[in-house]
Each structure stands twice: as structure tokens, then as C-alpha cells.
């Protein structure tokens, strides 16, 4: 295995750090700096775009997933970080497969926060289900590969016992964590800008 580099440490640290973190004053702009970043956008719309035109991709839309972001603005999120992780840490993942996975990598369609909600079938064990329910709907509606489905099946690892087998998995692991944290401690503000439909 690869050893990280001291140059990939200083990326890493650069992409992730929220050192000095005070939820009343700080605003961090990497999520919105990664929305208005033209070529992260066309990679996103060239690889999603079948994913982001569907209509029940859309349906992510209706639901919270942290704070006040939806499961739709927090997929495109972990789409957008795993695209920045790829490139600055020459990881060379595969862009289609990492972003189609990371946008379907929640696709479980149902109110997570609600334990009637239709679909929600095990819902005080949701983080260790969902990546399941994810993977069953998406292999549903869309063709997938079999790194795209690991990418679904093993985003919440290490509560999914089995570790990611790809890159690209590993890549929408550490990005879902991060724009998850963001999100969790509301340091997110305001609201995806664009519409990739």
C-alpha cells in the first residue's frame, strides 16, 4: 500500500481542515468554492447527468438528510469532494464511477428522521442499513458497475463490516464523512445554487 506523501498529507489537511471551528462565526466556503468551480461541475453533469435528470433522484429533494440540508444537496456535496479528493491527491479513481456512486450512495428515498416513514425499515439502525436499502434502489432504477456498487454498499464503512474494495469507494467514504461533519455541526450555510437537472 501506498504510504501518503508529505505533499498528500498538506492536501489532505488543506481539503479537510475546520481547525478553530466556532458555530456562531465560522463560515466555511470549501463546499460553495467546490459548487462555483466550473470544471467540478461539468465533471458532475458529464458523469451524473442520467442520475441528476431522474426523476426519483429528485424525490431526494423532499427529505433532510443533516441539519437543513436535503439528501439531494448532501449527495452532490460528497460528489464534489470526492471529485476535489481524486484530483489533488492524483488518486486517478475512475470520475464516472466515483461520482454516479457518490450521488446514488443514499439513495434510500425515505425520511430517515421518521420511524413510520415508508421504507424506513429499520430505523433506529439506519447507518447500518441504509447503504443496503441505497444499493437495492439504485441497482432498481440505474445500470450499475460493480465499483459503483461497492461505493454504495460500503460508504458508511466502518459500520458496514466490509471495507471498500476500490479507490473510489475509499475516495466517497472519506468525502460523505466530511461534508457529513459540515453538515452535522451546521457549519453549511445556505443552500446548493445550482440546478444540475
Not at 461541475?41 to 458529464?46: C, G, M, N, T, V
Not at 439531494?72 to 476535489?84: P, R, S, T
Not at 486517478?92 to 428515498?109: P, Q, S, T, W
Not at 424506513?120 to 437495492?136: M, S, T, V
Request: include cysteine; charged fraction near 30%.
Amino acid at each position: 500500500m501506498k504510504r501518503l506523501s508529505a505533499e498528500d498529507k498538506r492536501i489532505i489537511k488543506e481539503v479537510l481542515d475546520i481547525k478553530g471551528y466556532d458555530p456562531d462565526t465560522f463560515d466555511p466556503e470549501i463546499l460553495n468554492e467546490l459548487e462555483s468551480n466550473e470544471e467540478y461541475r461539468a465533471i458532475l453533469r458529464e458523469y451524473g447527468g442520467e442520475v441528476l435528470g431522474s426523476e426519483q433522484f429528485a424525490k431526494l429533494k423532499e427529505f433532510i438528510q443533516h441539519g437543513n440540508v436535503t439528501v439531494y444537496e448532501h449527495c452532490i456535496h460528497v460528489a464534489l469532494c470526492a471529485i476535489k479528493l481524486n484530483r489533488k491527491l492524483s488518486i486517478n479513481g475512475r470520475e464516472r464511477e466515483l461520482v454516479r456512486g457518490a450521488l446514488l450512495h443514499d439513495y434510500f428515498l425515505y425520511d430517515w428522521h421518521i420511524a413510520d416513514a415508508p421504507g424506513n425499515i429499520h430505523p433506529k439502525l439506519h447507518g447500518f442499513y441504509h447503504p443496503g436499502i441505497a444499493l437495492r434502489n439504485a441497482t432498481r432504477d440505474f445500470a450499475l458497475t460493480e465499483r459503483e456498487k461497492d461505493i454504495i454498499a460500503k460508504h458508511m464503512w466502518p459500520l458496514t463490516i466490509n471495507p471498500p474494495r476500490c479507490r473510489e469507494a475509499w475516495i466517497v467514504c472519506l468525502a460523505d464523512k466530511y461534508a457529513s461533519t459540515l453538515e452535522t455541526l451546521k457549519l453549511r450555510k445556505g443552500k446548493i445554487r445550482v440546478n444540475y437537472a
